[in-house]
Each structure stands twice: as C-alpha cells, then as structure tokens.
C-alpha cells in the first residue's frame, strides 16, 4: 500500500488532455484532436479515462487506463501492471472473448506513464440493474451461456500467447487470505470455521490455465438486447484452477440480491457449466465449483475487511471503503449458508 502525495485533479486532467491531444494521430484515422475528456469512476490511483478523438468520419470513442499518483492507499497489491493487462487483452482477443479492443499500449514517449487505450464499449456494468432490472430481461436469458463460453475461450488460452504470469493453485490462494485475515483480524468464529472447511476440501491440483481472476457481475459489460458485450478488469489474471472462475461468478456478493439464480444473479449453475462444455471446456464436478465459491466467499470477506481498515486508518477517505466493510457479516453468512449445505 501506498500514500504517496499527488498533483490536484486538475492538473492530472490538464496533463492528460494535453499527452492524449498529441496522440491523436495514432490513436484514429485522421485523428486531429482528443475531445470529451472526462474520468470515470474507479479506482484511487488507477485512472480510468473516456474520451473521443475526432478524425475521419465519425468521433472514435476511447478509453484510457492508467496508473496515477497513487494519493490513496490501494486494497490490492497484487494488480498486474498495465502493459500485462494490455498484452492479456490483445490474446483474449485473439481467442474469440468478447474485450474492449486494444488500441495502444502507451510507450514512455507518449508522456502517460503506464497506460493502454482501448475502445470504448457501449454498456452496462452497474450488477444490480443487470440482474434485476426489467430493461436486461432479454440479456439475461442469454448471459449465463455468454458468460460459460467466454471462460471456457479464457481457459483454453496457450501458454504461448500470454506476458509472464504468477501461478496460484487451491492452497496458495487460501494461504495468502488466511494470512491477510489474521493479519487484519482476531479470531473470528466463522472465518476460522470456514478456513477449516476449506482446508479438508482442497481440491486435487490440475494443470495451471489462465484465470481471469476477477470474472463476475459487476466486471461485465452488459448490452440490453445483446447480452455479455465485454469483460473488463483483467489486473488480477493470473495461472491456476479454472473452477476459481467458475466459483467466484457464483459468490452470493455478485447476485446482487437475487440469490436464487445463482451464476452472477443471472443464471443457474447448469446453464454456465452446458455453455462452458459446449464452448471446448471441460466442466469441473459442481463440488469443486462450491469449493471455489467457498474460497471466494472467504476472499471477499477478506476485503471488506481491508477496505474498512484504509478508511480507519486514515489511509482512505473514500466513506465508500467504510460502507463496504459492513458487508463483512453478509459474508460469514454466506460462508455458513455453504458449510451447511455440504452436511
């Protein structure tokens, strides 16, 4: 974690501005100059930026991911960096899931620091609307099969195609939350119920594949009509069980209230794994998914708990990392909601 000071935020939209304007050429046919400037929501000091260049023919519209002064503390240390992320995003291209387009990944020359540009894609992210607002009935009935077939392309992506990546296996995820939690935390009874639950069920190993690593309602973008249109956030990819993709899109936290579907709010667990088959994946047992959801449902508890302590700390300002925290209690039922059903 970091606090390092940063320039005002006007000085960081002035710089931006002025570095994209001088890309603008590259950036579209034509481009004469960079219009609309605006950033979005995300992260503290990892930028997210839209934008248009106008050029030949119609404004292209864009965006700009990069890494900034880091004026708040960060939750996770272990995000990719930037150019990983972009060389990720171009072979999951290549492998037929739905990304954002990369269209440049920044050089030092271009005066961005670490930063890629990619195509904006028209959608929605927000995961209550996409699982309960009656607008995305229609992207519902064909999510849950858009969202097995993306994986299984994720996971069938070669070794050759792919920036050097770390390799996380059962054991080592579980090792490095439960670390984390009794880092953060005295006993909890339920966390340390669930961490011996898990430590009996740790699944056999199975050869390493790409694992999105943050795949769930939320890190979806999401067309009305059309359904699953990209997926976004690829900082925590990473080498390991393929059934962690599976798992996480099912943690109770991403059905944003409606818990009976149980894929992302969304879908049921059958329609994702048929979809995942069909796609050329080789669905793991239902078991091995609920470990997985077991494991996710730990690791975002786990995060709440360190959003609450950059806020208590001081680190954060952000009320939104205090709000988050609350969510700890959600969690723990979660996590007895899953040692129960195995009885």
């Known amino acids: 974690m970091s606090a390092s000071a940063s320039p005002p935020a006007s000085e960081t939209a002035e710089l931006v501005q002025s570095r ?13 100059q960079a219009t609309g400037l605006r950033r979005l929501t995300g992260g503290a000091s990892l930028q997210t930026w839209a934008f248009d260049v106008e050029g030949d023919g119609p404004a292209r519209a864009l965006i700009l991911r990069r890494r900034g002064g880091g004026g708040e503390a960060e939750v996770f240390e272990t995000s990719l960096p930037l150019p990983v992320e972009a060389r990720l995003l171009k072979a999951a291209e290549e492998a ?13 020359e271009d005066g961005l620091g670490e930063a890629y540009v990619v195509e904006r894609v028209a959608g929605e992210t927000l995961g209550r609307r996409i699982a309960a607002d009656p607008a995305f009935a229609l992207a519902r009935e064909s999510l849950g099969r858009q969202c097995g077939e993306a994986l299984a392309r994720i996971h069938a992506v070669g070794p050759e195609a792919l920036p050097p990546l770390e390799t996380q296996d059962a054991r080592a995820v579980l090792d490095r939350y439960a670390d984390i939690y009794r880092k953060s935390s005295g006993p909890r009874p339920v966390m340390e119920a669930a961490l011996k639950w898990m430590e009996a069920r740790l699944p056999e190993p199975v050869a390493p594949r790409l694992v999105h690593g943050d795949f769930r309602n939320g890190n979806l973008m999401v067309d009305p009509e059309r359904g699953l249109a990209a997926v976004l956030d690829w900082e925590l990819a990473h080498l390991g069980d393929p059934a962690e993709d599976l798992g996480w899109l099912c943690v109770n936290s991403w059905r944003f209230g409606v818990t009976h579907r149980t894929v992302g709010g969304f879908a049921d667990l059958e329609t994702l794994l048929d979809a995942y088959r ?21 690791k975002w508890a786990v995060v709440t708990m360190m959003m609450y302590r950059t806020f208590a700390t001081g680190a954060s300002r952000s009320v939104e990392r205090a709000v988050i925290g609350r969510r700890l209690s959600e969690c723990e039922v979660d996590l007895l909601a899953l040692m129960e059903a195995s009885r």
Do not use: H, K, M
């Not at 037929?96 to 030092?108: E, F, I, M, N």
């Not at 069909?278 to 239902?286: H, K, M, T």
């Open 20 to 32: 994209l304007a001088a890309l603008a050429a590259a950036l579209a046919s034509g481009g004469r």
């Open 96 to 108: 037929g899931v739905p990304v954002a387009r990369l269209v440049r990944d920044c050089r030092p």
């Open 278 to 298: 069909a796609a050329g994946g080789e669905p793991p047992s239902v078991e091995r998914v609920r470990f997985w959801q077991a494991v996710g449902t730990f």
